[in-house]
């Protein structure tokens, strides 16, 4: 069983080798709901040592699964897939519970990654070899055939982020799988318990013992093991770039797949329509809570519209739901105290520099009510840093050239946006942004799955989504004919 249940304490299990096993040490890592401070369960709190066999076991088993043929690979994954969507809402109640985002949201986050499984297993059969023929490089004439394969790269360590545990998991795990890799993923500390519902699906599949093992623990005590562990292949993370760029000065010669933070910013030129420009900012912002990298996190307006934008998204802002999640609340308790409390220094930085409060600076334990301002200067934090809550700035612009300057000044390049009814000005701002996906008339957000998804600067390193993860997670092997 990959839990064992003790009086009111639900204690689970770390997948390894097919067997769900219990920590040596007998720690453990409690895991409380933001909204009310319950105990969602306990999961294992692993030591470096305990990490070895996790990775051993991964290396034996990744050869066997290799040898697998791809469509057989594909059907683990479909299998897996059924069985993920059919316990969406036990899986749901889980992840509302351990992050505090509501019903509706979490239901729909189990269905997409059931749908992203599906989609990833018959993308799989598609990524094929070449041959190509030395006639066409001078010199050569037809004295030559390279035969090229994709092959797996090996072991992928896979580290998911609190906000979207099992997509962000799925996204990772099921790319490498298809691609005959072996797979350890560690799961973030606040999300590891649906994370472990997640592996339960992938065993019931039948995923062969070994290919997929989980491993949880505190990443200050385990992370840098794992990332430079020489049983480990590749590593795909999603998370802080604090964190990335701590993971990237550590791997040395491995791939790396980084999905890191943001400051996407919404451009709001003077032909754009404003109602629609409003519905995908507020949108775009304040979906769950803001704790996305992809959030909308900063409006650049003309100062010419500025107005009568602000005319539409105040009472939108203010007829967000603040609550429980239980609720379907829109607005519900940041991940953890700290993370509330940064919230509230950005907003008060921002107050004392003289930035117009429209709505909000309310705060009730870790809800911070939705926050809305205007007249925010460049000399604000919230200008520049990422607040991943529910907090909103204005910076009003005299010009395009101001708006494309103040984004990519950035050290982010993950997303932006551009309101304007005019095809051409669309084209022309996006080519001056220095960011990885432009979104003309809507918001900023990851997806459909199979869209590439890239961060430039501190926002990330190599190309996701579907197809891009799976070539990223496989390397170029080359068979050289010769005729003489």
């Known amino acids: 069983m990959f839990r064992c249940i003790h009086g009111d304490c639900q204690k689970y299990k770390n997948l390894l080798n097919g067997e769900w096993v219990a920590p040596a040490s007998k720690k453990w890592d409690k895991i409380v709901s933001p909204s009310d401070g319950s105990l969602v369960g306990e999961v294992p709190a692993m030591s470096r040592e305990e990490a070895d066999e996790f990775l051993k076991s991964a290396a034996a088993a990744q050869k066997g699964w290799e040898a697998v043929p791809v469509n057989e690979r594909a059907a683990l994954l479909h299998k897996a897939a059924d069985i993920l969507e059919s316990e969406k809402d036990v899986i749901a109640e889980v992840l509302m519970r351990e992050i505090s985002r509501n019903r509706k949201s979490c239901v729909s986050e189990v269905v997409r990654t059931a749908d992203l499984i599906r989609f990833t297993a018959e993308e799989g059969k598609r990524v094929t070899g070449e041959s190509i023929s030395s006639g066409a490089f001078p010199g050569f004439h037809e004295t030559k055939l390279s035969i090229v394969n994709r092959v797996p790269v090996g072991v992928v360590l896979a580290i998911a982020p609190f906000n979207y545990p099992i997509n962000l998991a799925a996204s990772k795990i099921t790319p490498a799988l298809v691609a005959g890799n072996s797979v350890l993923f560690k799961p973030p500390t606040q999300g590891s318990v649906s994370a472990l519902y997640l592996a ?72 754009a329509d404003l109602v629609l420009a409003a519905k995908h ?12 990298c992809t959030a909308v996190k900063r409006i650049l307006v003309l100062d010419s519209v500025a107005d009568k934008l602000i005319e539409q998204i105040l009472p939108l802002v203010r007829a967000l739901t603040v609550g429980r999640p239980e609720d379907n609340a829109e607005i519900t308790p940041l991940i953890t105290t700290e993370a509330a409390d940064f919230v509230q ?55 395009i050239e101001e708006a494309v300057k103040i984004t ?75 005729f003489n």
Request: hydrophobic content about 40%; overall charge neutral; aromatic content about 8%.
């Open 200 to 271: 339960r699906v992938f065993c019931e599949a039948g995923i062969p013992a070994g290919v997929l093992n989980v491993i949880t623990g505190q990443g200050r005590v385990i992370g840098d093991y794992l990332v430079s562990h020489p049983l480990v292949n590749m590593v795909a993370f999603t998370g802080s770039s604090k964190v990335g760029k701590h993971i990237a000065s550590l791997v040395g010669m491995k791939p790396l797949l980084l999905e890191l933070g943001g400051k996407d910013a919404a451009i709001i030129l003077e032909d």
């Open 281 to 292: 900012i507020v949108g775009g912002a304040f979906s769950y809570s803001g704790q996305r």
């Open 345 to 399: 220094e950005l907003i008060d930085d921002a107050i004392q520099k003289g930035a117009k409060l429209l709505t909000g600076n309310k705060r009730e334990g870790n809800i911070i009510y939705p926050t809305l301002f205007d007249q925010v200067t460049v000399d604000m934090r919230i200008a520049w840093e990422e607040p991943f809550g529910p907090v909103l700035p204005i910076l009003r612009v005299k010009s």
């Open 408 to 482: 990519n000044d950035s050290e982010y390049g993950l997303q932006a946006s551009i309101f304007t009814k005019s095809i051409d000005e669309a084209f022309r701002v996006a080519a001056r942004l220095d960011v990885g996906t432009i979104q003309v008339n809507g918001k900023t957000e990851r997806g459909p799955d199979h869209f590439p998804f890239v961060g430039v600067k501190s926002s990330g390193m190599g190309t996701q989504g579907i197809r891009y993860s799976i070539e990223a997670m496989t390397r170029c092997k080359a068979v050289v004919l010769n």
